[in-house]
């Protein structure tokens, strides 16, 4: 199995207030970040190793929207969506299809 590091890293946007927007079906969350910034993601499949480190925070079917301060900045599809977090900017998004 691969290693996040293998998969792409994709932008998620920026905040002046240190959070991105969670949105699925009947689901709504924030996702606190560390500090103001420029946030990314890796995003793996359901085969790739999650490291022990990263901690589950978000899960949801069928898709998941990612918003910053002013705008939708990913989109996500699959049978099962998971998003870990590590630290105050790691971010993993898993995608099973």
């Known amino acids: 199995m691969k290693d996040h590091h293998s998969y792409p890293k994709i932008s998620l ?3 002046d207030i240190a959070s991105l927007i969670l ?5 709504l969350s924030a996702l606190f970040m560390g500090e103001d910034g420029e946030y990314s ?3 793996v499949d359901g085969e790739a190793l999650i490291p022990e480190w990263y901690t589950q925070v978000f899960e949801c079917e069928g898709w998941l929207w990612v918003f910053d301060d ?3 900045t990913a989109r996500f ?3 099962l969506i998971r998003v870990f977090r590590s630290g105050a900017f790691g971010i993993i998004v898993q995608v099973f299809k």
């Open 13 to 15: 946007g920026g905040s």
């Open 23 to 27: 949105r699925a079906p009947g689901k």
């Open 41 to 43: 993601a890796y995003v």
């Open 70 to 72: 002013d705008r939708r």
């Open 77 to 79: 599809t699959g049978k």
